[in-house]
């Protein structure tokens, strides 16, 4: 099962002795590979920063509830993340500069930085709503709700969502098994069938990234698939749980490989190969997997890459910037 539906947070499985998975020599530089933000839905709710090989910076909440479903750093240092029961922004010295806790009985697992100012969320729930918040101000700018198949059975309905150029927003709607683009009043633009869609990356070119059941596949804005990704293509790896792809400026592909420490099995526990970079060609050039100290990184959910400074922050939805 790719996402973690149905656990009781807080009834924490024993983990299993770690199994390794994948060639027992991996491709690539490990950790030294890329300079990267790392964040999983682990017990303590882990981030971490990983520079020229080494974890230099980490945070976590072992006392708090819920898990990191989504993070980014901000080009000042700061970090917004999406934590299940709330949204916080911490600076690099793990301050808060704003936090959200959402009502009881409904969730949040993705945020986005538009400029300093305001941050995006999608709060599960019913109904589910999109909303926009100066966090400044305090005030709700945009507000409006989103479809869902199941409204009372809250953890499912949605995971990730990103900003594209224009604009507009594309949504991952996991229990209606469908990518829909919208534009900031909440019309649909757009809409692509998906199975459970976890991840949606938009592309520069236009083109999108899908990361559900079957695996990865980028599709143009039309529906046309042009590049797909599947575990057929990664022999000798195991990989059951893809969840989010992002494009380098290489033109390679990184796909994330989800492990759960609430319920997990030998299949999809410890030890598993935490993320890979292929080539167009499907090679296989970087794999990830860290699971013992000093660089026990824990499940992967989501990464940024820091190779080269970015503004993630710099993006607009409609007027909103």
């Given at each position: 099962m790719i996402a973690c539906f149905g656990l009781l947070t807080g009834l924490h499985a024993q983990t299993p002795p770690t199994v390794v998975h994948g060639p027992a020599q991996l491709p690539g530089k490990g950790l030294a590979q890329h300079d990267f933000l790392y964040a999983g839905e682990s017990h303590n709710r882990r981030i971490f920063i990983v520079?020229?090989?080494?974890?230099?910076?980490?945070?976590?909440?072992?006392?708090?509830?819920?898990?990191?479903?989504?993070?980014?750093?901000?080009?000042?240092?700061?970090?917004?993340?999406?934590?299940?029961?709330?949204?916080?922004?911490?600076?690099?010295?793990?301050?808060?500069?704003?936090?959200?806790?959402?009502?009881?009985?409904?969730?949040?697992?993705?945020?986005?930085?538009?400029?300093?100012?305001?941050?995006?969320?999608?709060?599960?729930?019913?109904?589910?709503?999109?909303?926009?918040?100066?966090?400044?101000?305090?005030?709700?700018?945009?507000?409006?709700?989103?479809?869902?198949?199941?409204?009372?059975?809250?953890?499912?309905?949605?995971?990730?969502a990103r900003l594209t150029t224009q604009g507009t927003l594309l949504v991952a709607h996991m229990d209606l098994s469908k990518v829909v683009e919208y534009d900031s009043t909440g019309k649909e633009l757009a809409s692509y069938p998906a199975d459970v869609p976890w991840g949606v990356t938009p592309l520069p070119g236009g083109n999108i990234l899908i990361t559900d059941r079957h695996g990865v596949r980028e599709i143009t804005h039309s529906g046309n698939a042009v590049w797909t990704f599947s575990t057929v293509d990664a022999p000798g790896y195991a990989l059951p749980n893809m969840q989010q792809a992002w494009r380098l400026p290489n033109g390679n592909t990184v796909v994330d490989n989800w492990s759960s420490e609430w319920n997990p099995s030998p299949e999809s526990g410890p030890g598993t190969v935490q993320a890979i970079e292929l080539t167009p060609a499907k090679q296989i050039v970087w794999a990830l997997r860290e699971w013992e100290p000093p660089a026990n990184l824990g499940p992967a959910t989501t990464i940024q890459f820091l190779d080269e400074p970015s503004a993630p922050e710099n993006v607009h939805f409609g007027e909103i910037r």
């Open positions: 520079r020229k090989g080494q974890i230099v910076w980490s945070y976590d909440d072992p006392a708090g509830r819920g898990e990191v479903s989504d993070a980014v750093m901000l080009s000042n240092g700061n970090i917004l993340f999406a934590h299940q029961f709330g949204v916080t922004e911490i600076t690099p010295d793990k301050k808060v500069v704003w936090n959200y806790e959402p009502p009881a009985g409904h969730e949040v697992h993705t945020a986005i930085p538009i400029g300093t100012d305001h941050v995006l969320y999608i709060q599960n729930g019913d109904p589910a709503i999109l909303r926009v918040v100066n966090i400044v101000t305090g005030k709700t700018e945009r507000e409006f709700n989103l479809a869902t198949k199941q409204p009372v059975s809250v953890h499912g309905q949605f995971r990730h």
